[in-house]
């Protein structure tokens, strides 16, 4: 099947205005990273208006870039002609936006919810809060905690934030131990996957289409002077701004794009949601062909195995928490797969890992790390510590040793693997099959544990938020720049340690000067279902269940035959990606649109070859966008005309 692909992004032109971490750079990405998180914050927290900071590569961020590129850039050029970013300045900025995801926003629902809703009739008090130290969840001393969600009396009085000085600098030093992790993990993997694997990242197509030629000498970039663009841009926007009309006038007929639960093949059929999102449709053109298809194919293959398992009445249970498939079934299975291709991946890599072992251990100076954001030395530090320090954090919370590491292992093997399947594939939104917490429950039995671990598992959630990702792309773009990635690394430490500030601060503010109560249904059902979850398995412990070592088997075992098949002979047309996300949440909410972007690349692949996949990437980009640009407008509108009521653009990934 032909596909127009590259092998690596173009370099950042030579010569002394390819450096791009200057000062200029870091000071523009740092405002970029926090105008995301402050954006963020605004829309869901107080105008409860669409996400905008959803997916690994938020509208949030790319509207940041527009700004950048169609404002700011244009401004410069016209104050001194010479004074334009450079490509690889744009890539710097870009890159700090890009970390500062603040995982940590999702922490307040857990630590907060087990004092705030605590009845005598669930019992969380008698259960949960004997086992939560006060350096993990803060004590509701006088009303800390109830008066966040119900707000200071009068919006008067004086915040408490002393309550939040120990729990916030342990948590937020776990995240920053995980941040670091994941940047070791990136340097070590990145020449493997960059230079002798050659994955294309097509996430970042796009944005270097966009940011290239806008360090030539025109006003606006080049990817903008053309009709196609702006055509794709009013379609795109329309397509979602009409949406908004409604909200004004109910005369207004709504698109049908939102979506609704369907039985696709049938009766007892896992269901499929008919969403359509212009932005992942947008992003797919540039994404791998084999990976669509093999994506969109292994969810038909999960529809029929667990229809006719439905149909059947066979089931092993429930899937263990919201994060996980469709069922306990699905998510072992896919679990199995998803070690076997990380492992995998690993194993291929095998001799360049030893030239880091032996970097890091003998200094071998044939080994070359210049290039990379840390030293291989530091790097493999900063995996030793990564994995210690979250064991030994989690067992003094009360987590025992025999859950803890396991629980840690799987971490990081869906950290690399969501990391990977992103690099090759192109897909903004990616999830494992199964959250490392309830692998490691299930892995032991709720026996095997005492009550302490497994409410300590409860708020170890927060931490399955995944910085490698981003951090893989980060070591990407760091080829861009003259200085590598060494100076790339601390301005991207310094975005992300930035906008956690802004998060913590932000929220809690919010909180008690307006309840965050008024957050929304998001903020406390994020974390509030596992809470029930969580005190029936202490109530009612279960042992191991073999049948769902038996998925994990059985899903290791044909992902090891399509692994074979796809690298023995290359005639063999399936990737072996898709068996593993097959029943994830978000493959089920974007197989439908995953599907199109592969029939309408397929076409024009096949009619027009490279040359009009070329000639139509404008078109796409201009859906990009005209899709963040009809947020922005969507948003606007809930500001001014709905302000605390607004609406959900895009429900399935808020």
């Known amino acids: 099947m032909q596909q127009a692909q590259r092998d690596s992004i173009p370099e950042a032109a030579s010569g002394p205005e390819r450096r791009g971490v200057t000062v200029r750079a870091v000071a523009i990405g740092l405002g970029v990273a926090l105008f995301i998180q402050g954006w963020g914050i605004f829309s869901s927290r107080v105008i409860r208006s669409s996400g905008v900071t959803s997916g690994f590569l938020s509208p949030a961020l790319f509207i940041a870039i527009l700004l950048v590129l169609f404002a700011l850039n244009p401004f410069l050029k016209r104050v001194v002609r010479s004074a334009g970013l450079s490509l690889a300045e744009i890539l710097t900025i870009f890159a700090m936006g890009l970390m500062g995801g603040a995982p940590i926003a999702a922490l307040y629902a857990f630590i907060t919810i087990p004092y705030y809703l605590a009845t005598p009739e669930n019992q969380w008090g008698n259960l949960l809060h004997p086992h939560l130290p006060s350096w993990v969840a803060p004590l509701d001393v006088d009303g800390a905690v109830t008066l966040l969600f119900n707000g200071l009396p009068g919006g008067q009085g004086t915040i408490p934030w002393g309550a939040w000085v120990v729990p916030m600098f342990w948590w937020v030093l776990l995240f920053c131990v995980l941040a670091f992790a994941a940047a070791s993990l990136s340097v070590i993997l990145r020449k493997q996957w960059v230079e002798h694997e050659r994955l294309r990242y097509p996430v970042l197509e796009p944005i270097v289409?966009?940011?290239?030629?806008?360090?030539?000498?025109?006003?606006?970039?080049?990817?903008?002077?053309?009709?196609?663009?702006?055509?794709?841009?009013?379609?795109?926007?329309?397509?979602?701004?009409?949406?908004?009309?409604?909200?004004?006038?109910?005369?207004?007929?709504?698109?049908?794009?939102?979506?609704?639960?369907?039985?696709?093949?049938?009766?007892?059929?896992?269901?499929?949601?008919?969403?359509?999102?212009?932005?992942?449709?947008?992003?797919?053109?540039?994404?791998?062909?084999?990976?669509?298809?093999?994506?969109?194919?292994?969810?038909?293959?999960?529809?029929?195995?667990?229809?006719?398992?439905?149909?059947?009445g066979y089931s092993i249970g429930g899937r263990g928490d919201r994060y996980g498939s469709y069922d306990a079934a699905s998510s072992w299975q896919g679990l199995g797969a998803f070690c076997v291709f990380v492992l995998f991946g690993l194993?291929?890599?095998?001799?360049?890992?030893?030239?880091?072992?032996?970097?890091?251990?003998?200094?071998?100076?044939?080994?070359?790390?210049?290039?990379?954001?840390?030293?291989?030395?530091?790097?493999?530090?900063?995996?030793?510590?990564?994995?210690?320090?979250?064991?030994?954090?989690?067992?003094?919370?009360?987590?025992?040793?025999?859950?803890?590491?396991?629980?840690?292992?799987?971490?990081?093997?869906?950290?690399?693997?969501?990391?990977?399947?992103?690099?090759?594939?192109?897909?903004?939104?990616?999830?494992?099959?199964?959250t490392a917490q309830s692998f490691s429950v299930y892995l032991l039995g709720a026996k095997a544990v005492s009550p302490s671990s497994l409410t300590t598992l409860l708020f170890s959630y927060p931490i399955h938020a995944n910085s490698t990702a981003q951090m893989s792309h980060v070591a990407k773009v760091g080829e861009q720049v003259r200085d590598r990635g060494r100076r790339l690394f601390w301005a991207v430490g310094l975005s992300f340690l930035a906008t956690t500030l802004?998060?913590?601060?932000?929220?809690?503010?919010?909180?008690?000067?307006?309840?965050?109560?008024?957050?929304?249904?998001?903020?406390i059902c994020g974390g509030v279902h596992n809470f029930p979850d969580t005190v029936s398995k202490i109530k009612e412990p279960f042992d191991l269940d073999w049948n769902r070592i038996m998925f994990f088997g059985i899903g290791a075992a044909v992902m090891v035959v399509l692994t074979f098949l796809r690298y023995r002979f290359p005639w063999w047309p399936i990737h072996p990606v898709g068996f593993a996300i097959m029943g994830t949440d978000l493959v089920r909410n974007f197989a439908l649109t995953l599907f199109l972007a592969w029939s309408c690349k397929t076409v024009i692949l096949r009619v027009g070859g490279n040359s009009l996949f070329r000639q139509a990437q404008p078109f796409f980009l201009g859906l990009l966008v005209g899709h963040v640009l009809g947020i922005t407008g969507a948003f606007l509108v809930d500001m001014f005309m709905f302000p605390g009521a607004g609406h959900s653009i895009h429900p399935w990934i808020e």
Not at 244 to 270: K, T
Not at 506 to 520: C, H, V
């Open 502 to 523: 802004v998060v913590i601060i932000g929220t809690l503010y919010l909180g008690y000067t307006r309840g965050a109560e008024n957050f929304g249904h998001g903020f």
């Open 209 to 312: 289409e966009m940011a290239t030629g806008s360090d030539s000498g025109g006003l606006w970039p080049k990817f903008a002077r053309g009709k196609l663009f702006w055509f794709g841009a009013g379609f795109a926007f329309v397509f979602i701004f009409w949406n908004a009309l409604p909200w004004i006038s109910p005369a207004f007929p709504e698109m049908p794009v939102r979506g609704r639960v369907y039985a696709f093949f049938g009766r007892d059929m896992p269901p499929m949601f008919s969403y359509i999102d212009p932005f992942s449709f947008a992003f797919s053109y540039f994404a791998n062909l084999d990976v669509l298809f093999s994506v969109w194919f292994f969810f038909a293959v999960f529809v029929l195995e667990f229809g006719i398992f439905n149909r059947l």
């Open 347 to 434: 194993w291929m890599a095998r001799r360049h890992l030893k030239d880091v072992a032996m970097k890091a251990w003998r200094s071998d100076h044939s080994v070359d790390d210049s290039r990379e954001m840390l030293s291989y030395r530091t790097a493999v530090v900063g995996i030793l510590v990564g994995f210690v320090f979250p064991v030994v954090w989690l067992n003094r919370a009360g987590m025992d040793l025999q859950m803890a590491i396991p629980l840690v292992s799987m971490l990081f093997i869906l950290y690399i693997g969501v990391a990977r399947i992103i690099a090759e594939s192109g897909l903004l939104y990616v999830q494992g099959p199964m």
